[in-house]
Each structure stands twice: as C-alpha cells, then as structure tokens.
C-alpha cells in the first residue's frame, strides 16, 4: 500500500515535443506529491509539488495533473528542451510523516 | 547557500569490510535524511533524524546499517560487514523542519556510490 507506481520507465521526446510522465498511488493517506528531476552524479532536486486540493498546478513548462478518485498523476513538460533529459522520480508523503516514498523513475531522452 | 555536502563521492570496497559515509546537511536545517539509491530505482529512506534524535529507522538494516548525528548537525552512515547486495548510492538530505505545512522540500547532496566487490 506504501508503492508508488511510474511509467513509462524510459521516454524519448523530440525537442518542442510533450513529456508525459505517470505515476498512481494507493495509500489514500498520501496528500502531498512531488516530482524530483536527478542528473547523472547528482542528487534528486525538487522540481514542482502540489497537494490534493487541486487538480492542476503548473511552474513555467512544468505542469502536474492530479486526479483524486484515480489516486493518479503526472508531469507534463511542454516544449521539452534537451536540458531536460533527466531521470524524473514521483514521490508521496502523508502529514504527520513527511517519509517520501519514491516511484521507480523515468529517464528521459530529448532528441534534437 | 551551500547545498548538502557528502563524502566520500565514491567508494571502492570487499565484501565484509566496513564503509563509512559523511554528511554536511544545510545550515539551519533541522531534518536529516538517509536514503538509499540502488541503480535503476528510486532512493528509499533508511532513517530519518529531527535535531539528533531518530524519527523513522524502520527500514534501516540495523543488523549492519547504523547511523548517528551527533549535535544535530552532520551525520555518519555506517555499514558492518558489508554484502554485495548494499551496492548503491547512498543519498543524504536535509529539510527545514519536521513537517511544516505543505510538505518540507528535501534538499539532497550529490551522494555516495558504493561498490561492493
């Protein structure tokens, strides 16, 4: 019940093209979901965030989609730039217990 | 500001022998956390830290796996014997506060790779 599961495991987008990245949860304790983007040797860094209050938040080309009664969401990265091929990890946490747990990742490939 | 700082970046070791890593988190950050990362997958917390205290050991393998935050500053992990299967990236962040509002964004260093052979 603790999973997060993402897909697709690997993307591969032509530059100006959208990402779409996946990720289901189960625990309906989770109300907090964040998306950390990794580069290689570096650290997972927080790209954008959002609560289950709304349905859509959106930083710049970065947009997460939150469906509730599907315990489902996603990342959208419009007009992707090479700059973003990246692994983008999912997360979930409850109040009370900031413990993230992650999904699996996704590595993203934008191709000129 | 400074990020999170870890060392050693790598570490080359035999199955069986002890590991130590290091971890600077941000100044002022009162949350410290262990995660580990094995390739491929996503970074799984061992323990948690509020000032020196333990919030969350519950997946730490403490048969081989210690940790310890002395001051409520920088942290060491620990491993004793070491077995193949703990070949991984070893991730330290730090975070604000325990638990805010809206969630504490997780700072991470750059991690530890770890080979065991």
């Known amino acids: 019940q603790q999973q997060v599961k993402q897909s697709p495991q690997s993307l591969i987008v032509q530059k100006g093209g959208i990402s779409i990245i996946n990720c289901a949860y189960e625990?309906?304790?989770?109300?907090?979901f964040p998306w950390y983007q990794q580069f290689p040797g570096k650290g997972p860094a927080l790209l954008i965030a959002?609560?289950?209050?709304?349905s859509e938040k959106k930083e710049g080309r970065f947009t997460i989609s939150f469906n509730k009664s599907a315990k489902q969401f996603s990342l959208h990265i419009m007009d992707s730039q090479p700059g973003d091929s990246a692994t983008y990890f999912c997360?979930?946490?409850?109040?009370?217990?900031?413990?993230?747990?992650f999904g699996t990742g996704t590595r993203l490939t934008i191709i000129p | 500001e400074a990020g999170v700082a870890q060392s050693p970046r790598y570490k080359i070791i035999e199955k069986r022998q002890s590991v130590a890593f290091w971890c600077n988190p941000i100044?002022?950050?009162?949350?410290l956390y262990w995660y580990q990362q094995i390739l491929g997958q996503g970074p799984k917390l061992l323990i948690q830290?509020?000032?020196?205290?333990?919030?969350?050991d519950s997946q730490l393998p403490k048969d081989r796996f210690s940790a310890e935050r002395l001051k409520g500053v920088d942290s060491t992990l620990k491993i004793q014997p070491a077995k193949l299967e703990d070949s991984a990236v070893y991730l330290c962040?730090?975070?604000?506060?325990?638990?805010?509002?809206?969630?504490?964004?997780?700072?991470f260093g750059p991690g530890t790779r770890l080979l065991v052979l």
């Open positions: 830290f509020q000032n020196n205290g333990v919030v969350d």
């Open positions: 100044s002022g950050h009162a949350t």
């Open positions: 625990n309906t304790a989770f109300d907090y």
């Open positions: 962040a730090s975070s604000l506060d325990h638990w805010s509002s809206a969630g504490e964004t997780q700072y």
């Open positions: 959002i609560r289950p209050d709304v």
């Open positions: 997360a979930a946490s409850s109040i009370g217990n900031e413990k993230l747990t």
